[in-house]
């Protein structure tokens, strides 16, 4: 950003007729508003030199922004999680064929949860900015698919446990929904238990 530093020209200017000069005494003398407007427009260019900085220390984000971003991390590792088993199940046979088929359902529906909490979660771009979000890595997957579907059925409680955990300090909208995904989550357990049920 380009700073604006005041100079002054100090060389003679040659006198002009009276007439000349009373002729142009409206753009020569500017009102007062413009006076103003270019005192604080000024100051903002000033502040920008300055940098962030000059706007005072970042705020914290309050309780529902952190209940909120914390439910958020939560299903984009459980996304990301499930999206790394696909590929492996499908060499599997017959029987991983019908694992993939319950982990693709699964899937579907965090996919969607997380845009449910990712649509509540709005930041001023200084604040967004300031807070970078780490991609998640899940975890290593176990051999066989019955193992993979119990290493996520184990994930599913888990995160379902937590999510009830946090309902409390949430506020009444967020909660209701982070209650709703919860319960979703326990409901996924019974399904990666039965996955013949998804054929």
Same mark, same amino acid.
């Given at each position: 950003?380009?700073?604006?530093?005041?100079?002054? /020209?100090?060389? *003679?200017?040659?006198? =002009?007729?009276? %007439?000349?000069?009373?002729?142009?005494? $409206?753009?020569?003398?500017? @009102?007062? =508003?413009?006076?103003?407007?270019?005192?604080? *427009?000024?100051?903002? +260019?000033?502040?920008?030199?300055?940098?962030? =900085?000059?706007?005072?220390?970042?705020?914290?984000?309050?309780?529902?922004?952190?209940?909120?971003?914390?439910?958020?991390?939560?299903?984009?590792?459980?996304?990301? %999680?499930?999206?790394? !088993?696909?590929?492996?199940? @499908?060499?599997?046979? !017959?029987?991983?064929?019908?694992?993939?088929?319950?982990?693709?359902?699964?899937?579907?529906?965090?996919?969607?949860?997380?845009?449910? #909490? %990712?649509?509540?979660?709005?930041?001023?771009?200084?604040?967004? @900015?300031?807070?970078?979000?780490?991609?998640? @890595?899940?975890?290593?997957?176990?051999?066989? &698919?019955?193992? $993979? #579907?119990? *290493?996520?059925?184990?994930?599913? +409680? *888990?995160?379902? /446990?937590?999510?009830?955990? &946090? $309902?409390?300090?949430?506020?009444?909208?967020?909660?209701?929904?982070?209650?709703?995904?919860?319960?979703?989550?326990?409901?996924?357990? !019974?399904?990666?238990?039965?996955?013949?049920?998804? =054929?």
């Amino acid at each position: 950003m380009a700073c604006w530093v005041p100079h002054t /020209d100090r060389r *003679a200017v040659p006198a =002009r007729p009276a %007439r000349e000069l009373g002729a142009r005494q $409206v753009v020569a003398e500017p @009102t007062r =508003r413009l006076v103003l407007a270019a005192a604080a *427009a000024g100051s903002l +260019t000033l502040a920008g030199c300055a940098g962030i =900085r000059a706007l005072g220390p970042v705020p914290k984000p309050g309780a529902d922004v952190v209940a909120l971003e914390r439910a958020i991390a939560a299903e984009e590792l459980m996304v990301a %999680r499930y999206a790394s !088993v696909l590929s492996p199940l @499908t060499g599997f046979g !017959v029987a991983g064929k019908r694992a993939v088929a319950v982990v693709s359902v699964i899937h579907a529906e965090h996919e969607a949860h997380l845009a449910q #909490l %990712r649509s509540r979660l709005v930041l001023p771009a200084r604040l967004a @900015t300031s807070r970078p979000r780490q991609s998640p @890595t899940p975890a290593h997957l176990p051999p066989g &698919w019955r193992a $993979v #579907l119990a *290493a996520l059925a184990g994930a599913e +409680t *888990a995160a379902s /446990d937590r999510l009830i955990g &946090w $309902v409390p300090a949430a506020p009444p909208a967020l909660a209701q929904l982070m209650a709703s995904i919860a319960a979703s989550e326990a409901a996924h357990v !019974v399904l990666l238990g039965h996955p013949k049920a998804a =054929r």
